[in-house]
């Protein structure tokens, strides 16, 4: 199965993610320009005007000095402290203010407009070192804006500026000059006396000049002129520019690229010139500095009161660009970007809110929102916005709380904090400190016991001591402090008595000393150590201090703060406290829990982790448990025998006192007895319990059973003291708005699905976020549509609505989500087409998204990324089709058709359901195949008479089928399909679904024939979400149905009845036969019974022949009697039939009946799909079957070709509106700029030039505008917009320059014209030029010098028309787009002219037309009708004086363009002027497309192709590269020398890093335009040859001068020796004709082709070395001195040879001819036509002769294999047959034409 759609291979043109067209526009560098010209000509004004209309920051001397006072910067401090002291600011401080102001914040991002830089001045720098500086600008200037004016003009304006003193303003002379005034004034006057219709207008100019002239009157005597506006020093002025600024700009120009170059005309007026050069910008697509607005809402109270939430629906609608368009959330919502660059996550003041690009920034401090507003780049720029990673993590032991925080520092390149490490040193020192204060407490201690042993001691010597009076208690206690005594050391003196008591042994040294104080001190070493809260706060903040030092070395672009994940920090309200107290709580606080399982999961890794420990505890605890339970049982055995034996001992008789002794015996004896006993037990238990203790196996045990061992109950309590802990702590916590908490459950999750979850967490601050939407949203919407009702715009979209019901039109309007009206989940997991609801419905970045039910909504509101397009559109599923109609309407045929048409599957649903059925029915059952009854009586009885073995085998098979059983479900399916009865869902579920979810019809597609049949069907596949994308139904009458069923029907009713009454006859005639047979069979028995009876009769009466005839015949008529009876035929009653009409009568109510109950469920199935919103398509099926299927496939196709776009919506705003977005940079410009995007599709090249007459149509698509040039254009876009924006995005406009010359009447006004509507070119004859100036420029030195001439009635001199052509060309029109010069030049003088001008056509067009169609179309005109007016020079004379004129000049200028530019085109001028247009247009598109691939390679580095540019031979020499005229690609690959310098074009030449270079062809050219660098040096792997190595092609006077040097190789070809392997034969005398030069020796060759070789090759063939022996000179033999052989060799055998082997292959035979004389002809006419002695014309005519010869010769042949044996109609003939029989005919009795 074909594949339904391919995928484009184009690129989009525009970036399809918003975000990602944000960013590229937030790294695109700003436009910057700089203004040059003259002192004086307007360059501050112009930057001042441009820097407010671009929003750029103007950069201007002047103003800077202003600004830097203003804003008292450092610089403005010192230009403040110098103005107060009476001193000029020095050019270095303004130059340093100058650069200092390009590289701020805010140029880079709006941009700049330079004026005044470079100055005139050199006080501080040269203009070379400040053309320097702009060249090293970081920022580098890209359009250079020059003003062009001429030094008279120029002086004479400036020197009439006057200046009002008190204000500074300049006036013009036409401004404050009394006469210049009144001259107005008067023009206005005479302006209302021609236009009576502009009166209005013509009175206010004249109140307004009034009004002027009355302010000027007053303070015209207070205008003052300036030093520097007098005339002489403004001249001086100008000179020195000249002197040493002007051609340091003409270099800085010339390395310009041309269409970032704006000359204007200075002679215009200021708002012109704006004009001009931003319809240039535009016309470039460059696009605007982007700005920052305040949303200041007009009334503050209105945001007091209101919600987070609600903040940003208020700000949204603050000065609004239009109703609908509201300013649109951001993903930093109300957080601050520039505290966020910073590191901190701050919520932004609404008051400071602003928007940005279209959406809404709120910032959180004046200073942010300053530092914003000056350059909002570095704090939206990837990869902000994100979180700065302030993180503290919380957990348990064992929940992976270390793992999980190394994941999020490695996420976010930061660091991991470890409390536990950072403490440690601190902690450490605490415990040095308690270890000295407890040596210092041990000592004092042991010093009072030493005391008071000594003391003891000295009383225990006295009587009575103290050793009498001590217990055993206190006798222990002094033991230890005598211990503890030794390890006292004693610093102070004593006593001698007490020195000499002490023992020499208790020194500090003494080792006992040593290792009491030594365990004291680790007793104390192993206590824990508290530390304060404000402690860990206090080393936290050390280390985050440290930490942020290297901050931004995490990444680029990273925050200053931040970074820092926290781990192992005390979960207490004091700790937090401490954080919050020193500003360190954290963004994000992460805990990590184990609720779920009642920490079982903690347990399990704590297990895991210390199993062996754990293992051998559990082992101790069982064999305590084992060892305790067999002591138990032991005691259990022993009192269970000590009461057996007393109770035998009670049972014994008293005895007497002799037994006594025995019984004590025996008493001592059993007592001995029991501790053997006991001995044993005891042996036998030790054994038990060692054996038992062996025994003992390690149980297993799952993770549930770890929550009850003793040995867990530690890390349990632990687990439990967290929770208590986290519990308090959390809701502390969540107090702070700002925290982002994730409490996370670890059980069953991988540390890698943690870190998502706490990613999500960690930026959910930072995505757009999705609402449902509210009543809100659509009060907002209403209040749109009232705006938009309320607004005066005649577009095409009102009018279009106004005829739409309110639902629609507002519906059209909305802006609708990236699946358009359609579920996003439904199309993302279930991959189907479902119309949402408006009813569910939700709101994401602004753009509304419907949902097929509230479970698909609140999905999509969790996490609404999943569901939406990013950077291509979402893929739609295959066509599926649902096609309806009753039986009969064709449904099949044309799903069938259909679904071969556009790739995808047909499935038709009742032959699905027949499938299912076959194995069991083995034929297809319902209506369509019941139609008629089971078969007759007849036909039944005839099979009942058939043979007996083949009735008794289709008995068992009809039984064996009776047998089948179906199953409830094919119980179900065959009731379908005999009463059309709904299947239930049940069973449609195994069926349906599949279509929808499994492969292959999934990816492919389907055409649903005949489901859903019934309502009920319909609501299932809504309840499923099994929607088409369209629902086809094929309406036909009931006339129509019956003319389609009906005649089929019948025809088998007809056959049935012929088949019947065949069955009868064939019964009947069996039946008559199978009685004839019984009863011959019953009369041959009869018979010979009756002959037996008559045997016996006669044996016993004798004969009688007489009697025996006679009961003979008695007995023959008994017999037939007896048949007669026994074979009694009975008549049949022939069932009646059914007549013709009857059966066509009910055979009509049968279709119609089954008609009405079709096409009533299709209704039902109609409504129920309108209500699930599935598109529904009524196709008339009455028509013929081709024409239906074209109206559905018309229908469907459009879903097909449009699947890109299928989710795509685009708005239709007015041109206002448009131009409003992208000044405000609401919307951005797309890449096709002002060009339609269907006709660059087209192939258009042309860009139009905008005005009044081309209106543009422009529309929103995403986060672009298109404009297009006309409606039509606009929705063909609207349909498909992926098929147009994905295409090569277009090259930069070319401005187009050509001319147009001819003679008259030839029609170079018409093509021009048609350039000037059809793409807005300036057309511009010289009469166009020299009015242009008289009309703009009457007072500039041009205009006078012009008016001056014409008053006089002279012709205007070239050059005056030439500086006026220069001038008009100016126009901004003929800049941007183009112009058309028509009719000029012509003259070579005007030529030179135009060439010293700089004015180069890129094509000149020359229209040919000889004089006799001059003369036609003159008369043509006269008897137009169209003629003007006035009178015209169009008499023959003038007409053959003009004519005459031409033709003496065209000459030369047509050898002039075609040597030197090679840019002349001859156009056939007799052809229709439409021919001429397309014909010409060709070439200029050739042209234009071959400019612009010529600038984009360039721009980008790469080698491009230099033909059709007009480069001359000198400047061709002037820029060729290293390799000169030779090609460098064959020097390289070949190590050829091909010399280019043959010929002059340069089709295959190309430029390269500023250098030209020629190629020996077309593959060359290609090798060197992809890889240039490899041809050229460095990497070039053959340089050329110096100049005295490379060979040098020779005349034949050449030759002659270099007499005496003779040819080397003794004038043998070297070529043809050294190609011929060096042979004998190969030594072939060269020709003179044929020479070349290299390392100064001579060399001729035998013909062009070996000079070649050679020149290409020339170290391969100069020095070789001739044989010993060489050929004998070759002496010229007359032809008639050889004999007869050679005369014939060498006069005639190739010619005989050429023909005779013509003949020979072709064997020829002329009708009618024979053989021998055919062939003669043929070699006669052969020997004629290729007579190289022959004229050419000559030759020309044997040569038809012979092709005549050849054809006429192959008649026979082809008669041979065309003509039949039998007479054949003409209609049926082969064509031509006719017309070659008739020519063989015609050959009879004629020979051919030329013998």
Not at 131 to 142: H, Y
Not at 377 to 389: A, D, G, T
Not at 1081 to 1086: G, W
Not at 1510 to 1537: H, M, N, W
Request: net charge negative; aromatic share 8%; glycine share 4%.
């Amino acid at each position: 199965m074909a594949s339904q759609e391919e995928k484009q291979p184009q690129p989009f043109t525009d970036i399809f993610n918003e975000d990602e067209a944000e960013k590229f526009f937030l790294l695109s560098k700003p436009t910057c320009m700089i203004v040059l010209g003259k002192p004086g000509s307007g360059k501050k004004t112009l930057a001042s005007k441009l820097a407010q209309m671009w929003k750029c920051i103007l950069i201007e001397a002047l103003e800077v000095i202003q600004t830097n006072i203003h804003e008292e910067t450092e610089y403005g401090l010192k230009c403040q402290e110098l103005l107060y002291k009476g001193q000029s600011i020095s050019e270095e401080l303004v130059t340093e203010m100058i650069l200092k102001k390009i590289e701020s914040p805010e140029v880079a991002h709006f941009g700049y407009v330079l004026s005044g830089f470079p100055s005139l001045s050199e006080e501080y720098m040269t203009v070379s070192q400040q053309m320097e500086k702009i060249r090293n600008l970081k920022l580098k200037p890209d359009f250079l804006i020059n003003i062009k004016c001429s030094d008279y003009d120029l002086c004479q304006r400036v020197s009439g500026q006057r200046q009002r003193p008190d204000s500074g303003q300049i006036y013009q002379r036409k401004q404050w000059d009394p006469s210049l005034i009144e001259k107005q004034k008067k023009s206005s006057d005479q302006l209302e006396e021609e236009n009576e219709e502009a009166e209005a207008e013509a009175e206010e100019m004249e109140e307004e000049i009034e009004q002027d002239s009355l302010k000027m009157s007053e303070m015209i005597h207070q205008l003052v002129q300036r030093p520097e506006d007098m005339l002489e020093n403004m001249e001086e002025r100008v000179g020195l520019y000249k002197d040493i600024m002007l051609r340091s700009l003409e270099v800085l120009m010339a390395e310009q690229d041309s269409q970032y170059l704006i000359e204007l005309d200075g002679n215009r007026e200021p708002d012109e010139l704006l004009a001009s050069v931003v319809i240039r910008l535009q016309s470039m697509g460059v696009r605007n500095g982007a700005p920052i607005i305040r949303l200041q809402s007009p009334q503050e109270e209105m945001l007091e009161g209101v919600e987070n939430d609600e903040i940003l629906r208020v700000l949204s609608s603050f000065k609004l660009i239009a109703p609908r368009y509201r300013w649109r959330r951001s993903r930093w919502g109300q957080v601050c970007p520039v505290a966020l660059k910073n590191g901190d996550i701050v919520m932004g003041i609404p008051e400071l809110a602003v928007s940005f690009l279209g959406k809404m920034y709120v910032l959180s401090s004046p200073e942010a929102l300053k530092m914003f507003m000056l350059n909002p780049r570095p704090y939206l720029l990837p990869p902000m916005p994100m979180p700065p990673c302030k993180v503290l993590v919380f957990g348990p032991p064992m929940s992976g709380r270390t793992t999980i925080c190394n994941l999020i520092a490695n996420k976010y390149k930061g660091k991991v904090l470890d409390m536990a490490e950072l403490i440690q040193s601190h902690v450490e020192e605490l415990r040095e400190k308690e270890a000295e204060r407890m040596r210092r407490d041990e000592i004092e201690k042991a010093t009072a016991a030493v005391k008071d042993r000594l003391e003891s001691e000295k009383q225990s010597e006295e009587p009575g001591g103290l050793e009498e009076e001590l217990s055993a208690e206190e006798a222990d206690n002094s033991e230890e402090t005598e211990k503890m005594r030794k390890e006292v050391h004693f610093e102070e003196g004593s006593s001698t008595e007490e020195s000499a008591v002490i023992p020499e042994e208790l020194t500090d040294h003494h080792p006992e000393d040593e290792e009491v104080v030594e365990e004291a001190v680790e007793g104390s070493s192993e206590s824990e150590v508290m530390l304060s809260p404000e402690t860990y706060a206090e080393i936290l903040e050390r280390a985050i201090a440290e930490l942020t030092k290297k901050n931004k070395d995490r990444f680029p672009g990273a925050p200053e703060k931040g970074g820092w994940v926290v781990d192992n920090f005390p979960l207490s309200e004091g700790h937090w406290s401490a954080l919050s107290e020193r500003g360190l709580l954290p963004d994000t606080v992460v805990c990590l829990k184990d609720t779920e399982t009642n920490g079982g999961c903690i347990l399990r890794r704590t297990y895991l982790a210390n199993k062996d420990e754990i293992n051998a505890k559990i082992l101790k605890r069982l064999a305590k448990e084992a060892l305790e339970k067999g002591e138990e049982e032991e005691e259990e055995e022993r009192r269970e025998m000590q009461e057996m034996l007393t109770s035998e001992g009670e049972e014994q008789p008293q005895e007497d006192a002799e037994e006594k002794e025995p019984e004590d015996g025996g008493k001592q004896l059993s007592s001995e007895t029991e501790q053997a006993s006991q001995k044993q037990s005891s042996d036998s238990a030790d054994y038990k319990e060692e054996s038992e203790t062996t025994e003992i196996m390690l149980p297993e045990f799952e993770e549930n059973d770890l929550l009850d061992m003793p040995e867990m109950e530690e890390i349990k309590e632990k687990i439990d003291l967290f929770m208590n802990d986290w519990q308090t702590m959390e809701s502390e916590i969540r107090q702070s708005s700002l925290i982002q908490v994730a409490a996370l459950e670890i059980a069953e999750q991988t540390p890698e699905s943690l870190l998502s979850q706490i990613i999500l967490v960690m930026e959910e601050p930072f995505k757009y976020r999705a609402w449902e939407l509210s009543n809100e949203d659509l009060d907002e919407e209403a209040e749109d549509l009232a705006a938009e009702a309320e607004a005066v715009e005649d577009n095409e979209a009102e009018e279009e609505e106004n005829e739409e019901d309110e639902e629609k039109a507002k519906e059209k309007k909305r802006h609708l989500g990236d699946t358009k009206h359609f579920c996003p989940v439904s199309l993302k997991e279930d991959y189907v087409l479902y119309p949402g609801l408006p009813e569910h419905a939700a709101k994401y970045q602004e753009k509304i998204y419907y949902f097929a039910n509230p479970e698909y909504t609140e999905k999509f509101l969790k996490n609404p990324e999943e569901y939406v397009a990013h950077n291509e559109p979402i893929q739609a599923p295959p066509l599926r089709v649902c096609l309806l109609g009753v039986c009969g309407a064709g449904k099949t045929a044309c799903a069938r058709w259909l679904a071969d048409k556009f790739g995808i599957f047909h499935i038709q649903f009742k032959e699905y359901l027949q499938e299912l059925l076959l194995p069991k029915t083995k034929e297809k059952i319902g209506l369509d195949f019941d139609e008629e009854p089971e078969e007759d009586d007849v036909e039944i009885q005839l099979q009942e008479l058939q043979d007996l073995p083949q009735t008794t085998t289709k008995t068992e098979d009809e039984e064996s089928k009776q047998e089948v059983e179906l199953t409830d479900e094919e119980e179900a399916i065959k009731a379908s399909l005999m009463d059309a009865q709904p299947l239930p869902p049940e069973i449609l579920d195994n069926i349906v679904p599949d279509w929808w979810r499994k492969e292959p019809f999934r990816s492919t597609g389907f055409i649903l024939d005949g489901f859903p049949r019934t309502p009920d069907e319909a609501e299932y596949l809504s309840e499923r979400g099994l929607c088409p994308d369209i629902a086809v139904y094929i309406r036909i009458d009931e006339s129509d149905i019956l003319e389609r069923l009906l005649p089929p029907r019948l025809k088998k009713w007809k056959e049935r009845q012929k088949k019947k009454a065949e069955n009868k006859k064939k019964l009947k005639d069996l039946k008559a036969k199978i009685r004839n047979e019984k009863i011959a069979k019953r009369r041959a028995e009869l018979l010979a019974e009756q002959k037996k009876r008559k045997e016996e009769e006669d044996l016993a009466e004798g004969e009688n022949d007489e009697n025996s005839e006679e009961e003979d015949e008695t007995a023959n008529e008994d017999i037939e009697a007896i048949l007669e009876e026994e074979f009694f035929e009975e008549e049949e009653e022939e069932r009646e039939e059914e007549q013709e009409a009857d059966a066509v009568e009910r055979m009509q109510n049968e279709i119609i009946g089954r008609f009405d109950s079709e096409r009533e469920g299709i209704e039902g199935v109609q409504e129920e799909l309108e209500k699930f919103l599935i598109p529904q398509a009524e196709i008339n099926g009455s028509r013929k079957l081709r024409i239906v299927r074209y109206q559905i496939y018309c229908k469907l196709n459009p879903l097909v070709e449009n699947r890109r776009s299928i989710f795509e919506k685009c708005y239709p705003i007015s041109l206002p509106l448009a131009q409003m977005m992208l000044v405000f940079s609401y919307k951005f410009p797309s890449s096709f700029g002002q060009w339609d995007p269907i006709k660059v599709k087209e192939g258009e090249i042309i860009k139009p030039a905008q005005n009044y007459e081309n209106t543009l149509f422009p529309v929103i698509h995403r986060q672009y505008v298109y404009f297009f040039s006309s409606k039509k254009n606009r929705e063909i876009f609207m349909n498909d917009p992926i098929k147009y924006i994905c295409q090569p995005k277009p090259k930069p406009p070319v401005s187009v320059k050509i001319a147009i010359v001819g003679p008259p009447k030839s029609g170079k006004t018409t093509v021009a014209k048609k350039f000037e509507s059809a793409y807005g070119l300036r057309r511009l004859s010289m009469g166009d030029a020299i009015r242009f100036v008289l009309n703009n420029q009457p007072e500039s030195e041009l205009g006078l010098q012009l008016n001056w001439h014409l008053h006089r009635g002279l012709t205007v001199p070239d050059e005056l028309a030439t500086h006026a052509l220069d001038v008009a060309l100016l126009d901004h029109v003929c800049a941007t787009t183009g112009v058309v010069i028509d009719g000029y030049p012509v003259t070579k003088k005007q030529v030179n002219l135009l060439e010293v001008a700089r004015i180069i056509p890129v094509k000149i067009f020359e229209l040919e037309m000889d004089a006799k169609e001059v003369f036609r179309r003159a008369l043509l005109d006269k008897e137009s009708t169209n003629r003007p007016s006035y009178p015209v020079h169009d008499s023959s004379q003038i007409l053959a004086i003009k004519n005459s004129y031409y033709r003496q000049h065209i000459d030369a200028i047509r050898t002039y363009y075609k040597k030197e530019r090679q840019n002349w085109c001859v156009i056939d001028a007799s052809q229709s002027k439409w021919w001429i247009w397309d014909k010409v247009l060709q070439e200029v598109q050739v042209i234009v497309q071959e400019i612009q691939i010529y600038l984009e390679r360039i721009r980008e580095g790469k080698a491009a192709s230099i033909a059709d540019l007009c480069i001359t031979p000198e400047e061709l020499q002037y820029r060729l590269g290293e390799f000169q005229q030779y090609c460098p690609v064959s020097l390289a690959d070949k190590g050829e020398l091909v010399d280019c310098s043959v010929t002059s074009s340069l089709q295959f030449a190309a430029e390269f890093r500023a250098h030209y270079y020629k190629m020996a062809s077309q593959e060359e050219l290609d090798k060197f335009l992809s890889r240039p660098e490899i041809y050229v040096p460095p990497l070039a792997p053959r340089p050329l040859p110096p100049q005295d190595k490379l060979p040098q092609k020779l005349t034949a006077a050449e030759v002659k001068a270099l007499f005496p040097k003779s040819a080397e190789m003794q004038g043998y070809c070297p070529v043809t020796y050294l190609d011929g392997k060096q042979r004998y034969e190969a030594l072939v005398p060269g020709n003179t004709e044929y020479a070349a030069k290299y390392q100064d020796k001579l060399y001729v060759f035998e013909s062009e082709e070996k000079l070649l070789k050679f020149m290409r090759l020339p170290e391969k063939y100069w020095n070789l070395k001739l044989p010993q022996k060489l050929p004998p000179v070759r002496e010229p033999i007359l032809l008639t001195a050889l004999p007869m052989a050679g005369y014939l060799e060498q006069g005639v055998a190739t010619s005989l040879i050429k023909a005779l082997n013509e003949v020979g292959c072709l064997k020829p035979k002329f009708p009618f001819l024979s053989v021998r004389r055919t062939a003669l002809l043929f070699v006669a006419c052969h020997l004629k036509a290729y007579n190289a002695r022959s004229p050419a014309h000559r030759r020309q005519v044997y040569r038809r002769r012979l092709e005549r010869l050849t054809e006429h010769c192959e008649l026979i042949p082809y008669l041979g294999r065309a003509m039949p044996r039998d007479y054949m109609e003409p209609q049926h003939r082969p064509l031509g047959f006719d017309l070659k029989l008739q020519t063989f005919l015609s050959l009879k009795d004629n020979s051919p034409s030329f013998v």
